[in-house]
C-alpha cells in the first residue's frame, strides 16, 4: 500500500513555456502533499507543502507565481512551472502522506529539462 | 549546527558485510525516525520508521534509535549489490510534524 505516483517521470520543454507535473495517491487519501526539488548529490529540498482545498505553503525563496500548485482533492496534487527557465530544469519530486503523523511516501520523480 | 547530519560517503563494502548508516541530530523534540532509500533517478522509498528508542527489525535492516545521544541507526545485514543507493534519514521538523527534515544522505555502494 501507499504508492504515489508522479507524471510524468521525464520533460524536456523550451524556455518560456509552462510544465505540469502531477502527485496522485493511488491507494489511499493524502490530507498533505508535500513538492521538494532535488540537485545532483544533494538532499531534498521542500518546496511548498499542499492541503486539499487550501492554498500551499511555500517555503522561503520559491516563488509562488513561478511554482503553481494546486490541491483540488485528496488524491491529486499538480506542480506547474511556469515560463521555465533553464535554472529551473531539476528533479522535482512529490510526497504525501496520510495523516500527520504518517511517514511520507513519495513519487519517482520527474525530470525537467529546459532548454 | 545542521540539524541532521550524515556522512555522505560513499561507503563502498563487499557483498555479505554488515553495513551501519548513521545520523545524528540536534533538536531534542524530535520524536520518530525515518530512513529512505534512494536509487539514482528515482524517488525515496519508505524502509523503516519508529517512534521510540531502541531497535526495530525488519529482516535484513535493523534500526536503531539512541535519544539520549541523538543518534540514530540502521543497520544492513548480508549486504547485497541490490543495496546500494542512498540512504536518507529524516524526522519532524517539529512537533507540530508538518514537514520533515532530511539529512544529505550516504551512499552505499556493495560490490559483488
Known amino acids: 500500500g501507499a504508492v504515489v505516483s508522479q507524471h510524468p517521470s521525464r520533460v524536456i520543454c523550451k524556455s518560456g513555456t509552462s510544465v505540469k507535473i502531477e502527485c496522485r495517491s493511488l491507494?489511499?487519501?493524502?490530507?498533505?502533499m508535500f513538492w521538494y526539488r532535488q540537485f545532483p548529490k544533494q538532499s531534498l529540498m521542500l518546496m511548498a507543502t499542499?492541503?486539499?482545498?487550501?492554498?500551499?505553503?511555500?517555503e522561503q525563496g520559491v516563488e509562488k507565481d513561478k511554482f503553481l500548485i494546486n490541491h483540488a482533492s485528496l488524491t491529486l496534487s499538480t506542480l506547474t512551472v511556469t515560463s521555465a527557465h533553464p535554472e529551473d530544469s531539476s528533479f522535482y519530486i512529490c510526497?504525501?502522506?496520510?495523516?500527520?503523523?504518517?511517514?511520507?511516501?513519495f513519487g519517482n520523480g520527474t525530470r525537467l529539462t529546459v532548454t | 549546527q545542521k540539524e541532521v547530519e550524515q556522512d555522505p560517503g560513499p561507503l563502498s563494502v563487499p557483498e555479505g558485510a554488515i553495513v551501519s548508516l548513521n545520523c545524528t541530530y540536534s533538536?531534542?523534540?524530535?520524536?520518530?525516525f525515518m530512513w529512505y532509500r534512494q536509487y539514482s533517478r528515482k524517488g525515496p522509498e519508505l524502509l523503516m520508521y519508529?517512534?521510540?528508542?531502541g531497535n526495530k527489525e525488519d529482516g535484513r535492516f535493523t534500526a536503531q534509535v539512541d535519544k539520549s545521544s541523538k543518534y540514530i541507526s540502521l543497520f544492513i545485514r548480508d549486504s547485497q549489490p541490490s543495496d546500494s543507493a542512498t540512504y536518507l534519514c529524516?524526522?519532524?521538523?517539529?512537533?507540530?510534524?508538518?514537514?520533515?527534515?532530511f539529512g544529505k544522505g550516504t551512499m552505499l555502494l556493495v560490490s559483488p
Open positions: 510526497s504525501a502522506r496520510r495523516f500527520v503523523i504518517s511517514p511520507l511516501h
Open positions: 491507494d489511499f487519501q493524502a490530507t498533505t
Open positions: 499542499s492541503n486539499e482545498g487550501s492554498k500551499a505553503t511555500y
Open positions: 533538536n531534542s523534540a524530535f520524536q520518530y
Open positions: 519508529t517512534y521510540s528508542s
Open positions: 529524516a524526522m519532524p521538523e517539529n512537533s507540530g510534524y508538518s514537514t520533515l527534515t
